[in-house]
């Protein structure tokens, strides 16, 4: 048996039965869990005053692994680095060769190498062309690194002292958490719009063909067809009054084709995206099961084989290779006249483009095939990117759409306009594979056998009442569309970012929806009013633009440190001061204890405020705290305050036990003077929260 003289390190276990097998005897592989350096817990670990420094030590608990590495390397004449494909993995290869005390100059030949599949080919390839340390890489990682523990050890103990003891402030999750508040902002201020559509079925000459069409617009003809807003009640009657009377016609019927492209293969934001709405996954679990299909399943028949490529990319490019097999695969299955020949690009200066985008290791392994090897959730997400990645490799679908705009000429010669869409599929393309199903379609095709200019009959008006709605709320998929848009977190960091906001109860998920809970108002509201840079989006995009800088090696990274720690300190310093002044946690209040007599405090809990006893720990009592806002409940006459549901989400109701009144939006102490409900504060108006009343008036300074 010949000696295993090479040794490669993979960052997860999982990997190293997976790439066993395709190398021979002479390789051992094994793991290094993750990271083994890091900088100290217990302190700031940076050297302010010598060109900020990282003090790295190594991470409690990996010890015994280091030393069993070590030995390895020892035996080894040749050592590969072989860490994940991106920045974190550059930097743990380098802390590796420190932590193994191992020296690149020595005669021990030691190596980088990646790959952004696990199969044998992409495995053999790397090791046929290694490398050295990208030192860019880690000098970006290091950056990062630095910057968010700088803003956590600096701005967390403002916090503790403030609000709760065990909070944290982050770079990247304090620009989310501001974007989550600002929105239930608009959300809370938004007033809804009346406005009204109407749709009439009309017959032809003959009576027997029938269609609808929804009314447009005006029509004139000196000037191009304008669409009308219907806004009211009044004006829907009077208009509807005006078209009973009308003559109509078919105007014109206009007939053309249109093409749907293709998607893009997925990358880490767009496969979170649609696992939320196609799955129902959460970022993390999106992350962790394809973390498992790209280190290694066991497949019957087979052993572990990784099944996709590389997790975390923002690029949708993919390699030749990949291409042309797709290519053949789809001409085999489903015919030529379905496979692309052109490769689609994405082109966005954010883009890294280092990796391919998420896709199949091989398309042969059908989900079909893997039935009887996937767990449920496994063989759902890899169907999913299967689907995609073959439909992005097809035709677009091609579509026939009809247009009939209907002209109605009333008895004071005004004109008005109806029309009716109409889409029959040509050519189902990539829609054979993948339905992204985001795109409402016309029913049918056009086959009503109308002409041009041939008189109607009008059989029915169909007036109905709407109103504009608000900005939706965040779920999880949309604020990772959000961050990408504004360029805030980079793929590996959107999950993580948002899984640390739940987790430190900042932020609460109720069905889908991402609801900022009363402590994480508390903590936005002091790093926006103490930090405003930090959580701007703008601001932290910017950073992120100064990382792949470092990364491409146009920007020094100790530069990015120099110039933002002077007024991290500045607004520290400034913070300590200003909150000094302000008593948020602690404050005594009239409530007394029933158990030993003391007045109860407030004190900030994971889901938000609570009444305590200061008599700790030899009084344990609390109680509910209710923040009475000076309005009475219009049902029974109490005392209306402020509450959380079990979610953490925050409303207003009636403290009687008995009384079931809520409502989402503040109340005010005045009843709609048209249908009697009690009104909510919107902004600076006061608004009836019946739609079909629709009352609104400005809010006085009373």
């Given amino acids: 048996m010949a000696k295993k003289n090479k040794l490669l ?51 409690r608990g990996k010890g015994e692994l280091l030393s069993k590495l070590r030995k390895q390397a020892a035996k080894a004449d040749a050592i590969y680095l072989a860490t994940d494909p991106d920045r974190e993995g550059e930097a743990i290869s380098w802390h590796l060769i420190s932590a193994l005390k191992l020296d690149e100059n020595s005669d021990k030949k030691i190596s980088r190498v990646t790959f952004n599949e696990i199969t044998k080919n992409a495995v053999t390839q790397a090791l046929s062309s290694p490398r050295a340390i990208d030192m860019n890489l880690v000098d970006a990682q290091q950056a990062r690194r630095v910057l968010d523990r700088m803003v956590g050890y600096m701005i967390s103990p403002l916090l503790w002292a403030k609000v709760k003891r065990g909070l944290s402030a982050g770079r990247v999750q304090s620009a989310a958490l501001r974007m989550i508040a600002d929105r ?33 617009g005006t029509s004139r003809s000196d000037s191009k067809n304008k669409k009308t807003t219907v806004t009211s009640s009044e004006e829907a009657k009077n208009l509807c009054r005006e078209l009973e009377k009308s ?33 129902n996954f959460s970022t993390v679990k999106t992350m962790r099961i394809a973390q498992q299909l790209y280190e290694g399943v066991e497949v ?41 020949k052109t490769e689609q690009k994405k082109t966005d200066a954010r883009i890294q483009d280092v990796h391919e985008a998420i896709r199949p290791s091989d398309l042969e392994r059908t989900p079909e095939s893997l039935k009887e090897s996937l767990s449920r959730d496994q063989l759902r997400l890899y169907q999913l990117i299967w689907k995609r990645f073959v439909a992005s490799r097809m035709m677009p679908a091609r579509y026939e759409n009809t247009r009939v705009t209907i002209e109605a000429v009333s008895e004071n010669g005004d004109n008005h306009m109806f029309t009716a869409p109409f889409s029959r599929l040509l050519f189902d393309g990539f829609m054979k594979v993948y339905d992204p199903g985001d795109e409402e379609e016309a029913a049918g095709g056009y086959s009503a056998g109308f002409s041009q200019d041939e008189e109607l009959k009008l059989t029915e008006l169909d007036p109905v009442q709407h109103f504009t709605e608000p900005p939706a709320h965040y779920t999880e998929a949309s604020l990772v569309r959000a961050m990408e848009e504004k360029g805030i977190g980079r793929p590996s960091t959107y999950a993580p970012t948002i899984s640390t906001i739940l987790a430190r109860h900042y932020i609460t998920k109720d069905g889908k929806n ?52 002077p007024d991290l300190l500045e607004a520290v310093e400034a913070a300590k001061e200003d909150l000094d002044k302000v008593e948020i946690a602690d404050e005594e209040t009239d ?36 923040e009475k806002i000076g309005v009475k409940c219009p049902v029974c006459g109490g005392d209306i305050a402020v509450k959380k549901s079990k979610k953490g989400r925050v409303f207003y109701g009636c403290i009687e036990p008995e009384c079931d009144y809520m409502s989402w939006s503040r109340p005010s102490a005045k009843d709609c003077p048209r249908c009697g409900q009690r009104m909510v504060v919107k902004g600076r108006r006061l608004v009836c929260p019946d739609r079909n009343c629709g009352y609104v008036e400005e809010l006085t300074e009373s």
Avoid at 301 to 328: P, V
Avoid at 593 to 613: E, S
Wanted: a negative charge; one cysteine or more; charged letters at 25%.
């Fill in 9 to 59: 390190i993979v960052e997860s276990p999982a990997k190293v039965k997976s790439i066993k097998k395709f190398l021979g005897s002479g390789y051992e592989v094994t793991a290094s869990n993750g990271h083994v350096r890091d900088l100290p817990k217990s302190q700031l670990g940076i050297d302010v005053d010598h060109d900020f420094d990282p003090k790295y030590i190594t991470i």
């Fill in 184 to 216: 239930e902002d608009e959300i809370e201020a938004f007033i809804p719009e009346e406005y009204w559509s109407i749709d009439a079925s009309f017959t032809g000459a003959d009576g027997k063909k029938s269609i609808t069409a929804r009314y447009y």
């Fill in 247 to 279: 003559s109509f016609r078919v105007a014109e019927i206009r007939t053309g084709e249109r093409t749907r492209k293709a998607p893009l293969p997925f990358t880490t934001s767009t496969l979170q995206q649609e696992a939320s709405k196609v799955l």
């Fill in 300 to 340: 019957k028949g087979a052993g572990s084989i990784g099944l996709i490529t590389y997790l975390r990319t923002d690029s949708t490019r993919i390699s030749d290779e990949a291409r042309a097999a797709a290519e053949g695969y789809i001409s085999a299955r489903y015919g030529e006249a379905y496979a692309a």
């Fill in 514 to 565: 991402l609801y900022v809970t009363e402590l994480g108002e508390a903590v936005n509201e002091i790093m926006k009013n103490s930090f405003t840079s930090i959580v701007n989006p703008d601001f932290t995009a910017g950073m992120e633009t100064l990382l792949d800088g470092v990364a491409d090696g146009k920007v020094k990274w100790k530069s990015i440190i120099e110039n933002f720690y």
């Fill in 591 to 626: 409530e007394i204890c029933d158990k030993c007599g003391r007045h109860m405090v407030i004190k900030y809990g994971p889901h938000g405020r609570f009444l305590a006893c200061p008599g700790f720990p030899e009084c344990r009592n609390t109680k509910p705290y209710y």
